[in-house]
């Protein structure tokens, strides 16, 4: 698939601009602070309903503006889908797939596929656990509304019974009640764990073939699922806890703890990689997500790439360069580096400068 054409109006500091994208590569090169991300960020925004940056919607309203509109046409085998976001400032975003308003999120995603590397996405490995979740999170909510269904519903009840937990402590007599909240809990929570373990199975595959490729058949690597419970195991756990769960007001066991383990030849690379290989090992399980994306749709996802040949070496730059060659990129950097060079045609150069996207050529 790829983005035909992009429209924006009030989102961030793009006043205004409408572009036609390529297939290949397309690089956006202008100094910091000029709205190469915010660009991104408006692609991001109509494959999943939300920011890479901001859970608040209001925020990508232009500062000066009442209301934010993004438009873009998506190209697949032969028909062209179309998705409208209109963002104000009181009101609830609106989001339109070919005209029709997406009443659930969940059925926003499939029309685009999008996969995001970013400084943070390389940080993956060294990161705290919640950065880990969001990684799996977020490319299994775009492949699957049931994970994405069953994910929102057990958020929401761990917050209901967050909250019950804190009104026990002034009110013991309500404990009667919980049993309600850990039932759905646990039946979601289980759910969330098995999609969990079954992607990152997929993914421990097609990643260790990437950084093997990375690497010149140096390191193996191994992608392995930490549940904070056991898969079966979260009743028991929730019934062992209980008594703690009161006493500190919140629930210790689920899947909101979870974490991800990366070992290269057995060793945690958090722990003891160097600074290349937690990156490349990052780097070998975002181009597995492409892969991945394939594999479960037999669409090729659109790639948004924020500034990350910076952060990495020259052979690594190279490696990326020549993975997403074929696929439809959208690559933001300060300079045109001699590795992009290689890659691009001089009509898929952009040049952004407060707030203004110009063409090349
Ligand atoms: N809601 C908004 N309305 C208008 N301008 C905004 C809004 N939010 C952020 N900005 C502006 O957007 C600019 C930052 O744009 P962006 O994050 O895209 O930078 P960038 O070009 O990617 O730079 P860098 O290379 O430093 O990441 C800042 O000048 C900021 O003030």
Known sequence: MQISEVSLRGFRNLEELNIHPSAGINVFYGKNAQGKTNFLESL?????GRSMRTK?????IGFDKEESHIRILVQKNNRKERIDVHLKRDTKKGIARNGVPVKKLGDLFGTLYTVVFSPEDLALVKEGPGERRRFMDLELCQLSRI????LQQYYRILKQRNNLLKE?????????????WDDQLIDFGERVMAARKGFLQRLDILAAQRLNALTGGLDHLKIIYRPNCELGQMAERIKRNLQRDIYLGTTNNGPHKDDILF??????VKIFGSQGQQRTTALAA??????????????????????VLSELDERRQ????????????FLTCTG?????????????????????ILPEN
Do not use: H
């Open 56 to 60: 608040l919607d209001w925020q990508m």
């Open 286 to 307: 975002k181009l597995a997500e492409i892969d991945l994306i394939r594999e479960e749709t037999g669409e090729e996802p659109v790639l948004l790439l924020d500034d």
């Open 168 to 180: 026990i402590q002034k009110k013991p007599s309500l404990q009667e009640t919980l049993f309600v």
């Open 336 to 356: 045109i580096e001699d590795v992009v060079k290689k890659y691009i045609r001089s009509e898929n150069l952009f040049y952004v400068e407060k707030g203004r």
């Open 318 to 329: 190279k490696y990326l360069m020549e993975s997403i060659d074929g696929l439809q990129s």
């Open 263 to 268: 070992s290269i030849d057995g060793k945690e």
């Open 44 to 48: 991001y925004f109509c494959a999943t």
């Open 147 to 150: 994970y994405y269904y069953d």
